[in-house]
């Protein structure tokens, strides 16, 4: 059964909401965060698994210096102090994916901490969320419950476990109380989670592909009334795997607290699912306090201690402020608002631009990526960048439509040769035979073939109405396989019809 909720004007009007989000990145490293086991994604079940990531009596674990250096430029991007001294504490609790019953995570020593992101909204505005820390540990295994409705515990027959992913090295960024969003709430959540996707994919550090779990957050919400200083009793929407998600959990929860406040009752501090199907969180488990998991420092690790040195050299590998760099692509290509919003929606810009490189035009880059190829790429469940086309192949293919050799009809079939390994954009054409056809001998036969064939269209442009030649052009290019050139076709028939 649903929880009341009050409209989102009627709880805004009596209740300031409060956020704080935690985003999980999962590292693209080679390998886990304290063993030699592949980090790789969609392995079969349980294959990526030793002793150490099991949690097996004398295993012994040793940090992934890869996956330190990763944190420290995440913490510096993050406009972070870096730790002169840090260690590893073991979080200690029971469920089914944490093999060990305790996680090694940082507790008071994290790597990165006081810093800050500033966060573009929708119209422009800009919001800075102050960030907590951002520390170390490792991921969790993962559940899959089975025999239910929703996919979820609760309901489920029986739940299947793997444990590839426990291990995995992730970065927990942690903000603080992030107050005066207002009504914005939602959005300024939505849109500090995609702009930390951003930057970690200009870092190079993550794939952060929410649909598989290498970008995640979750949402704690509490609501104050107006002008009190105390902060509410918050809640907690657990593993939120999507934009569109957040912006919609942390939006019910404002609601369906205020109704609770509004009847007089508590917010219980307790996890909360997210429930896509229905657009509403639903009651998980109560929710532990720090002293609840009995943090003490990890035994088996050394501290890590990150020379300054180190640190600066670190620094200067930072890439541009993707947003900055977002804005100065935008102005160097003359893109709209709403186009550039189609290539980033798209997970495009890194494609258009290399592809700009490569010598093709920003606008013709920007249609074939957003368009013809992000049809594809949904067809296959893939992502742009795995879609097996390069940003070099595109712009040849765009230079041979400008060249005059292939139209863009043409240049879809183009594109399938590509697709399927028949090599180069120019092998491609040459294989198929795909050249558009200039002769004027055979273009002015398949005209002729299509005035015989259409003589009331003859007769309207004999009379005048020129514009009733693109039915004519349709038709020949229809005989010619959509090989023919059309402003030729156009002239022949102008030429042949007076």
Known sequence: MSDPILSYEEALAA??????????????TAS?????????????????????????????????????ESAIRMGLALNCSIAEWCRM???????????????????????AYDGHLDVELD???????????????????????????TGRLHGADYSLLDYNRAGVPLIEIVTKPIIGAGARAPEVARRYVETVR??????????????????????????????????????????????????????????????????GGTIQQCTRNWLEHLGETSFGRSKEEAEDYRYFPEPDLVPIAPSREWVEELRATLPE??????????????FSDLEMRDVVNAGALGLVESTVAAGASAQAARKWWTTELSRRANEA??????????????????????????????????????????GEPEQVVAT????????????????????????????????????????????????????????????IILDKLG
């Not at 598989?212 to 939120?240: F, Y």
């Not at 402020?321 to 003359?334: M, S």
């Not at 960048?385 to 183009?414: C, M, S, Y």
């Open 381 to 422: 469940g893939t992502t742009l960048d795995e879609l097996g086309i390069t940003p070099a192949q595109v712009a040849g293919v765009q230079a041979l439509v400008e060249a005059g050799t292939i139209n863009d009809k043409l240049a879809r079939q183009v594109f399938d040769g590509i697709l399927a390994g028949e």
């Open 321 to 334: 402020d993707p947003t900055k760099k977002r804005h100065r692509l935008q102005a160097e290509w003359g």
């Open 15 to 28: 209740y300031e909401p409060v956020m704080g989000l935690e985003v999980h990145v999962e590292l693209n």
């Open 123 to 149: 119209d422009g505005e800009v919001f800075r969320v102050e960030i907590e820390r951002a520390h170390m540990e490792e991921d969790a295994g993962k559940l899959t419950h089975l025999g239910g409705e």
């Open 32 to 68: 886990k965060m304290f063993c030699g086991c592949s980090a790789e994604f969609g392995a079969p079940p349980n294959t990526h698994t030793c002793p150490v990531c099991l949690g097996l009596p004398g295993s012994m674990p040793a940090i992934n210096g890869k996956a330190v």
């Open 432 to 491: 198929r035979g795909l050249a558009v056809v200039s002769d004027d001998g055979a273009l002015a036969a398949a005209v002729d073939k299509a005035i015989a064939a259409n003589p009331d269209v003859a007769d309207r442009i004999r009379g005048g109405r020129v514009q009733a030649a693109g039915a004519l052009i349709g038709a020949v290019m229809k005989e010619m396989r959509g090989q023919a050139d059309a402003g030729r076709v156009r002239e």
């Open 89 to 111: 504490s073991r979080k200690n609790y029971f469920y089914p994916d944490m093999p060990k019953d305790y996680q090694t995570s940082q507790y008071d020593e994290p790597i």
């Open 198 to 263: 951003d930057l970690m994919r200009a870092l190079g550090v993550s794939d952060v592909r929410m649909n598989e779990g290498s970008l995640r957050c979750d949402a704690n919400v509490s609501l104050r009334p107006w002008g009190r200083e105390k902060l509410g009793t918050r809640t907690e929407t657990k593993n939120i795997n999507s934009f569109r998600s957040i912006e919609g959990a942390v939006t019910y929860e404002i609601q369906r607290q205020a109704a609770l406040l509004q009847d």
